[in-house]
Nanobody, 134 residues
């Protein structure tokens, strides 16, 4: 059973930075999609960024491109989301997610984008609150 635990959320003023962490355990597959999603009050959950663990290819949505960076530390089984230049509209509960991959090759950017769009992830963390004030 894959377990995901987010941490690193908090309150910050606009323009500030936070780094979210997602500690993963229980991996039994060789490759995973791992992603960050967020949900603001009254809004649908939206994908933010995704990484394919075998190779480290990443994709992030335009609204955070240039500000957020998704990365992984396989030795620590940890996923990160570095968030810089935070804006009030970034306020949300942020969720870490994982999904086993049965591919034998690195996915395309289109595939990565589709994973975020469909939220097709089998495992989810409990979420961590990020609040950006202005």
């Amino acid at each position: 059973l894959v377990q995901l635990v987010e941490s690193g959320g908090g309150s910050v003023q606009a323009g500030g930075s936070l780094r979210l962490s997602c500690a993963a355990s229980g991996y039994t597959y060789s490759s995973y999609y791992m992603g960050w999603f967020r949900q603001a009050p009254g809004k649908e959950r939206e994908g933010v960024a995704v990484i394919y663990t075998n190779g480290g290819i990443t994709y992030c949505v335009d609204s955070v491109k240039g500000r957020f960076t998704i990365s992984q530390d396989n030795a620590k089984n940890t996923l990160y989301l570095q968030m810089n230049s935070l804006k009030p509209e970034d306020t949300a509960v942020y969720y870490c997610a994982a999904d086993p991959s049965y591919l034998y090759w690195t996915p395309s950017i289109a595939t990565m984008r589709d994973k975020l769009k469909t939220s097709d992830f089998g495992y989810w963390g409990q979420g961590t609150q990020v609040t950006v004030s202005s």
